[in-house]
């Protein structure tokens, strides 16, 4: 599975951003997708995830997003998507979205990434 994250850019705080993260497996409806970001000097953080249709799309996000974020899918386009509204400085980072093959949320087996969108919020 290829996936292609898109959609990044800089914002002012307060603002709002839509990821895109685009598949190339035309049977990815069947596959969980996460979001997860990374600052510098900061380790890896879960965003958020929404599941296969065998899982009816459960959604689960991190808790600095939770109330912020919004994850969808659009399954006859092969893509996910990561609305991001009140967005914060501290949302600064790089943002990869990965297709996993087990599991739900954040524990989840992430086994496929993309290649990140950077997302840069002002103050």
């Known amino acids: 599975v290829q996936l292609q994250a898109s959609g990044g850019g800089l914002v002012q705080a307060g603002g709002s951003l839509r990821l895109s993260c685009a598949a190339s497996?035309?049977?990815?409806?069947?596959?969980?997708v996460g979001w997860f970001r990374q600052a510098p000097g900061k380790e890896r953080e879960f965003v958020g995830s929404?599941?296969?249709?065998?899982?009816?799309?459960?959604?689960y996000y991190g808790d600095s997003v939770k109330g912020r974020f919004t994850i969808s899918r659009d399954n006859a386009k092969n893509t996910v998507f990561l609305q991001m509204n009140s967005l914060k400085p501290e949302d600064t980072a790089v943002y990869y979205c990965?297709?996993?093959?087990?599991?739900?949320?954040?524990?989840?087996?992430?086994?496929?990434w993309g290649q990140g969108t950077q997302v840069t919020v002002s103050s």
């Open positions: 929404v599941g296969s249709i065998w899982n009816s799309g459960m959604t």
């Open positions: 497996e035309r049977t990815f409806s069947g596959y969980g």
């Open positions: 990965a297709v996993s093959t087990s599991g739900l949320g954040p524990y989840a087996q992430y086994d496929y």
